[in-house]
């Protein structure tokens, strides 16, 4: 793989920090709404509870290709 300048490094990096940032957010949304004692049928909790670990994979995958960025740059 070709190396890049630092600079170009750290804005790909902060790029990936930035979508981290996301992924960890909406979990957490979805892990509240999933935990929260007036939301309706356990299904919608249940549907929410599986978005959050849905989110919390994706922002692992993010980790994965930032440390593949660090890695490899």
Do not use: W
Not at 12 to 26: G, H, N
Request: cysteine-free; aromatic content about 6%; proline content about 1%.
């Amino acid at each position: 793989m070709a190396k890049t300048n630092s600079r170009s490094k750290a804005d790909i990096l902060r790029e990936f920090e930035t979508m981290k940032s996301f992924e960890l957010s909406a979990r957490d949304l979805y892990a509240k709404i999933a935990a929260d004692a007036g939301v309706g049928p356990q299904k919608i909790k249940t549907a929410f509870a599986s978005l959050a670990a849905d989110e919390q994979r994706h922002a692992d995958l993010v980790q994965e290709i930032i440390n593949l960025v660090n890695d490899a740059m």
